[in-house]
């Protein structure tokens, strides 16, 4: 069979992942086996290198080094927040067909999946050939189709373990910690932190969703009845749980709905989006604690960008599936022809197998929490989701001991 003749270029977008390099790696040394590939090129910061032109040849960079790239977290290319819309695309398209490129290799999320479907539907109109796959990457694990996204292994394993070290803090040191999680449309990674309990009193006690609204009195109630019960109260909530809703229907983020009545109008990022980062929300969070409550000790923290690519808590599974991804986009584009957007399903107890799924599947999606996953109050995880998430963290999370020793009895 005739294959395309050309150059592959390769870039990433999105918030980097601690495992995004990996599919980066995986892409082009499978690539570079092809011997229609003429050159693999790199776009600095994602489409925008695209655009500007900015490339590396990564024909000419040793496996050695790539390998140990492979092991780095963090976009190694760079990346970009840039949505293109249909003139950015056709410029993307215009630099393609100027320099020969006929496989384009997009690693990113939601957003990335449909600027691979933008460009190569815009290629199918010019009769040109060109193989577009979109390599899946996002810790929000928010992908349709995909039983989970390379990314969000890790960073649950970051989430989990950052949980369970905080419920040991509040053991010997009792108060309120709330922990606020990524996570704008979907509670995947806020719901990790379940997987921090070992025993039946240990934090979180408390875990809130954007896939359920959520209500600041509920919410006191609910922190009062697990203080008084347990003398603390861990609780994890995503950074996209939303109180209110406008006049369309569409959901405002809690965040929001707080910078507004402080004063402060929220900023919006290039995708439209309302930017849920910074601190605003913990510290209302513990405010409304202290001031309605009365409790002394509350804290908060906003997990921010240390959950995508902390390095000491990398999975197993998370780096291996990444790699793969990566791999199978050249075969399915350089071997078999083809265009789409790669990804992972879930076959018996834990296994991965790897499809190519339709471009209009993926893109601009979003899949949420199944309700099998949530408790029905809607403040914490099944043992459904345990049992889904246990088998992505790869080696077993850290051992917390507790001390077993009985009471001094003294005698009369």
């Known amino acids: 069979m005739s294959r395309l003749k050309g150059k592959v270029v390769i870039a990433q977008g999105g918030g980097p992942t601690a495992v995004i390099n990996q599919s980066l790696v995986g892409a082009v040394l499978e690539a570079r086996k092809f011997p229609e590939v003429t050159r693999v090129w790199g776009a600095r910061h994602g489409v925008r290198g695209i655009i500007a032109e900015t490339f590396v040849d990564l024909s000419e960079a040793t496996t050695h080094n790539l390998e140990r790239v492979a092991r780095t977290p963090s976009s190694a290319l760079g990346s970009t927040r840039d949505k293109p819309d249909a003139e950015y695309c056709q410029r993307i398209f215009k630099v393609f067909r100027r320099h020969d490129v ?19 539907e815009h290629a199918d109109r010019e009769g040109y050939e060109l193989r577009a796959i979109h390599i899946p990457k996002t810790i929000d694990n928010d992908l ?13 394993r970051f989430v989990a373990s950052a949980f369970s070290g ?28 379940a997987l921090a309990r070992r025993h039946d009193d240990d934090g979180p006690h408390l875990i809130y969703v954007p896939e359920r609204p959520f209500s600041i009195d509920c919410y006191l109630a609910d922190i009062d009845r697990a203080h008084q019960q347990q003398g603390r109260c861990v609780v994890a909530i995503s950074e996209g749980v939303w109180a209110s809703r406008d006049g369309r229907g569409k959901e405002i983020p809690l965040a929001a709905d707080l910078m507004r009545k402080a004063g402060r109008e929220p900023q919006v990022d290039a995708h439209g989006n309302i930017q849920l980062s910074g601190g605003a929300l913990a510290d209302e969070l513990v405010d409304v604690v202290r001031q309605r409550l009365g409790i002394k000790r509350v804290r908060a923290d906003t997990f921010g960008y240390l959950q995508r690519s902390f390095p000491g808590v990398l999975s197993s599974v998370d780096a291996r599936e990444a790699r793969e991804v990566g791999e199978k986009a050249a075969h399915y584009a350089c ?37 099998e996953f949530l408790n029905a109050g ?19 999370l850290p051992c917390l001991e507790r001390l077993w020793a009985p009471a001094v009895e003294w005698g009369d």
């Open 102 to 120: 006929r496989y384009f290799f997009y690693i990113g999320g939601n957003d990335s999946s449909d600027t691979v479907r933008i460009v190569s």
């Open 144 to 156: 349709p189709v995909n039983d989970h996204c390379p990314g969000y292994p890790s960073a649950a």
């Open 166 to 193: 905080v419920n040991a803090d509040l053991m010997a040191l009792p108060g309120v910690y709330i922990g606020v999680v990524m996570g704008r449309h979907a509670g995947w990674l806020t719901a990790a932190a």
């Open 335 to 371: 071997g078999r022809d083809r265009s789409g957007s790669v990804v992972i399903k879930r076959v018996g107890e834990y296994a991965a197998k790897y499809e190519l799924a339709d471009l209009n599947e993926i893109a601009a999606q979003t899949r949420r929490l199944p309700d």
């Open 378 to 396: 809607g403040k914490g995880v099944t043992e459904d989701f345990r049992n889904y998430l246990r088998p992505l963290l790869g080696d077993d």
